[in-house]
């Protein structure tokens, strides 16, 4: 089933991609986002408080509740801090 991911950081990016692979849209998230906040001039600690408070636990729902959730026709959002990830099935 394709389903179209759409995510934002607030103030500073805004993307989507469209598959079939939950497991995918889950590296996507993590790539992506991960290079905005290593580009973001955070220090490390920073960094990496970012990752495992806002980003793990988004990335992770995907395949979880995100997949179950797309997989019964319905669309699934998670925000943590400023992060904002919507998955919806594709028309």
């Not at 607030?10 to 889950?26: K, R």
């Not at 395949?63 to 019964?72: I, L, N, S, T, Y």
Request: proline residues 3%; hydrophobic residues 45%; without cysteine.
């Amino acid at each position: 089933m394709t389903f179209k991911m759409t995510w934002a950081l607030v103030a500073e990016h805004v993307d989507q991609w469209t598959g079939d692979d939950f497991t995918e849209a889950a590296s996507v998230l993590d790539r992506e986002v991960g290079a905005t906040v290593s580009a973001s001039g955070m220090n490390e600690g920073a960094q990496a408080h970012f990752r495992e408070t806002f980003l793990v636990p988004v990335r992770d729902g995907i395949a979880g509740a995100g997949k179950e959730a797309v997989e019964a026709g319905r669309g699934w959002d998670r925000a943590a801090g400023p992060l904002l990830v919507v998955l919806s099935p594709a028309a």
